[in-house]
């Protein structure tokens, strides 16, 4: 008898256990599944975003397209448009897109990039009077508008309005593990560093900024980097 009631008192148990490693793991696939639609939701909204605003902002600017794209002609021979190739999340590279502001055919050796680089951490290359850049490349830059063609990248799904900035292959090369992570999500056009000082800002700190971006993006967030981005446009300060 006293086996009997031993026997019926451990299938119970084991009855109970099962049940409750039953509800435990539906309710890790419930989190898993909320969390893949949140994910989910985000990106729609994120992207739906780009679209409208890219779109928007192409129609509203055709005005200072067409009116940069002549000064550019007018100023110096060569294309309007400056194809580079960057890289983009996950390290996927793509066409990037600026207006041109630099002389053709003038380059730098690796030795003279080594030596003009005013950027002190050197990952990065930054010389505030580059002499490679025309009379009109000078105002472009000054005021971000050398960056508008960029707006094409946001439609075509390359870059976003919001992100770390699309880093050059060569660079990417000096990263150590902890910079690649700037590679987890799409680059943007505008980033937290871009409205804080853009190149005054060494590129450790930049990184860092970067990464706190990832950690708490939101559509709120972006929204507020994109409203600072006015302000920063105009006083152009850091950009050379």
Known sequence: MDELKHSVSKELMDLLIDRGRSKKRSYIKFKVALWEITVKMTYIIKRSMDIIFAACMLILLSPVF??????????????????QVRVGKNGRHFDFFKFRSMKVGVWLSDEERKQLNESKDGVIFKMKADPRVTGVGRFIRKFSIDELPQLFNVLIGDMSLVGPRPPLPKEVALYTLEERKRLHVTPGITCIWQVSGRSDIPFKQQVELD??????????????????????VFTGKGAY
């Open 66 to 83: 067409i009116i940069t794209a002549l000064a550019i002609k007018f100023n110096s021979s060569g294309p309007v448009i400056f194809r």
């Open 211 to 232: 990464k706190e971006y990832i950690k708490s993006r939101s559509f709120w967030k972006d929204i507020g980097i994109l409203l600072k981005t006015i302000p920063a």
